[in-house]
């Protein structure tokens, strides 16, 4: 079967191929991939250094933390979306790194791109906690190079919005709501990180938007673990499509029609931030 690359050059080789391809192209991701997956996706996925549909577990472990009873792992779905979806649930309250971790090999090259699909169920409870690693502990995954979660209610301040550090200890915890409306459950959002090596700053995009730009970062890092969790037990939220690599995985959306608001909080005493690990 071709690489997704070569299908989309050999349909786009002339009119009657490109219109060929309006209607054969869709069909065909959905049977190899899923329904509504774009070419780009695909091809992203096929040459990426780490790429996992979360079909199933296989290429991961439960951890590291699991001093106490830690989030549980189940297949799942999500209403009008034809992917595989892992959702994590139950642990351990204030617990973290709990849920899942995996270890890929870092080329020689560092991937430039690191994405993944998150979909809330319970949005009271902070939980989607996405971590990139350069190292294990038995404890958790240090040193990090970044990390990603969705704030809930039990969250003194910036709750109900997505956040990312990069130096738990040190950095700014930047914090993103939206200008209208709010983050919705069952809802699959699209989160994708570039990681500018040279210059140690990453961006981030949701849904193909930029809304994070020139965040510094341990570039000296080598990128090997990725880390799952829920920070509460009663949360509940899904993952899909893990990818690590060069390609950009998703477009960029020019005209977004959602707008996301910046914030940025230093308050290390808050109760539930990374930095505050329960072992």
């Not at 054969?24 to 899923?34: D, F, I």
């Not at 993944?116 to 009271?124: A, G, S, V, Y």
């Amino acid at each position: 079967m071709l690489p997704a690359l070569e299908v989309g050059r050999a349909t786009f080789a002339s009119r009657n191929m490109q219109a060929f391809a309006k209607e054969v192209l869709p069909r065909l991701l959905a049977v190899r991939c899923r329904p509504g997956l774009q070419l780009q996706t695909a091809s992203a996925s096929e040459a990426a250094v780490f790429f996992d549909w979360m079909r199933d577990t296989r290429q991961w472990h439960a951890g590291p933390n699991t001093s106490k009873p830690y989030n549980v792992a189940k297949e799942g779905c999500v209403t009008g979306d034809g992917g595989a979806w892992i959702f994590l649930e139950q642990g351990t309250d204030w617990l973290g790194f709990q849920g899942l971790y995996c270890n890929f090999a870092s080329p020689r090259r560092k991937p430039r791109w690191v994405s993944f699909r998150l979909c809330l169920r319970t949005l009271e409870f902070s939980c989607g906690f996405f971590a990139l690693s350069a190292d294990r502990r038995t404890w958790g995954l240090q040193p990090l190079i970044f990390i990603f979660n969705y704030r809930g209610d039990d969250m003194q301040t910036g709750k109900r919005c997505f956040a990312l550090q990069t130096q738990p200890v040190t950095g700014d915890l930047h914090v993103l709501q939206l200008e209208k409306g709010q983050i919705c459950a069952g809802v699959p959002y699209e989160v994708s990180v570039h990681l500018d090596w040279e210059c140690g700053l990453l961006e981030l995009f949701i849904d193909g938007t930029c809304v994070l730009r020139e965040i510094p970062f341990q570039a000296d890092l080598e990128p090997q673990y990725i880390g799952l969790y829920n920070w509460r037990s009663r949360a509940v939220c899904g993952f899909s499509e893990i990818l690590v690599g060069s390609s950009r995985p998703y477009p960029v959306v020019e005209d977004a029609q959602q707008v996301w608001r910046v914030s940025e909080s230093q308050n290390r005493r808050e109760r539930g931030l990374v930095v505050l690990l329960s072992v």
